[in-house]
């Protein structure tokens, strides 16, 4: 009799820390923003496609600005707010 084993299923890509604290940046209404969840990005906050050379999950999050503001981006890539700051690089 035989028994077949599970395999267990791959762990997901962890994102790169690029930085332990946020990213101060001025952004513009109307503009669109890909900010990099990678980390691998060298125009960080901001994707630079670097991604491509990692697995599926880790694709820039794509967003729209509604409004000129001054606003604090992740730079740890495990903000629970992303792309903004929500201070959980304070735990790492």
Same mark, same amino acid.
């Given at each position: 009799?035989?028994?077949?084993?599970?395999?267990?299923?791959?762990?997901?890509?962890?994102?790169?820390?690029?930085?332990?604290?946020?990213?101060?940046?001025?952004?513009?209404?109307?503009?669109?923003?890909?900010? *990099?969840? /990678?980390?691998? !990005?060298?125009?960080? %906050? +901001? #994707? $630079? &496609?670097? @991604?491509?050379?990692?697995?599926?999950?880790?694709?820039?999050?794509?967003?729209?600005?509604?409004?000129?503001?001054?606003?604090?981006? *992740?730079? /740890?890539?495990? !903000?629970?707010?992303? %792309? +903004? #700051? $929500? &201070?959980? @690089?304070?735990?790492?």
């Amino acid at each position: 009799m035989s028994t077949s084993a599970s395999t267990p299923a791959p762990a997901a890509e962890e994102p790169v820390i690029a930085q332990r604290g946020p990213y101060k940046v001025q952004l513009l209404a109307g503009y669109r923003y890909a900010w *990099c969840a /990678c980390g691998m !990005s060298k125009w960080q %906050p +901001f #994707c $630079d &496609g670097s @991604h491509t050379g990692s697995k599926a999950g880790l694709k820039p999050k794509v967003f729209t600005q509604d409004k000129d503001q001054v606003a604090f981006l *992740c730079g /740890c890539k495990r !903000s629970a707010k992303f %792309p +903004f #700051c $929500d &201070g959980t @690089h304070n735990k790492l």
